[in-house]
């Protein structure tokens, strides 16, 4: 059976236009780990763990999470996202999009002081993308980056989730445990 163009799609199909949508347009990019991984590994962890660990059923943060650096790392703007997926998913990708037109710093900065503000939708995506980053950062980090450096991002990475905490506990819990794990294999690393 066919669906009609104007038919709701089912959150399965709609789910998977998501990642299809975010894998096209990722396609051409890597991960900085010595391996370059495939860039699109990245946004699927960060909706995996919602599922799986957040116990996230909710639609537009599954969307959201599977196209949460389209805007702000391809040529993906706003609007297109509004317009394939809804209001809704765009205004959460757009919560947790940095301005990179700013200075790095700035940036890292504004996700400090802007996570208390967000929604709840987009702080548990952030706790998630924080949570994969640092996962990321211990097991297969960038490529050159000194301990002193992965330690800066996983200082910088706790005070961006301190600013989104009260929104999933079994998430936030995941995040705690991985974190402490990712402190316990640098700290390993400099002895």
């Known amino acids: 059976m066919t669906q009609s163009p104007l038919a709701v799609p089912s959150p399965a199909v709609a789910l998977l236009e998501a990642l299809h949508f975010s894998a096209t347009k990722h396609s051409d990019q890597r991960r900085k780990d010595k391996e370059a991984s495939p860039y699109i590994n990245h946004p699927i962890r960060v909706a995996q763990l919602l599922a799986s660990e957040g116990g996230v059923t909710d639609l537009v943060i599954l969307q959201a999470a599977i196209l949460h650096d389209t805007v702000e790392d391809t040529d993906t703007t706003p609007e297109e996202i509004e317009r394939h997926f809804g209001p809704e998913v765009r205004h959460v990708v757009e919560e947790v999009t940095d301005d990179k037109n700013l200075p ?88």
């Open 104 to 191: 790095k710093a700035e940036r890292k900065q504004l996700q400090v002081e802007h996570a208390p503000h967000l929604s709840p939708q987009a702080k548990q995506l952030k706790i998630a993308d924080k949570t994969a980053n640092v996962q990321n950062m211990t097991t297969s980090p960038p490529d050159g980056w000194s301990l002193e450096r992965k330690r800066e991002y996983l200082d910088w990475a706790d005070r961006v989730v301190a600013g989104c905490r009260g929104c999933n506990p079994a998430l936030e819990a995941v995040y705690d445990e991985v974190i402490a794990q990712g402190r316990e294999a640098l700290a390993a690393v400099a002895a």
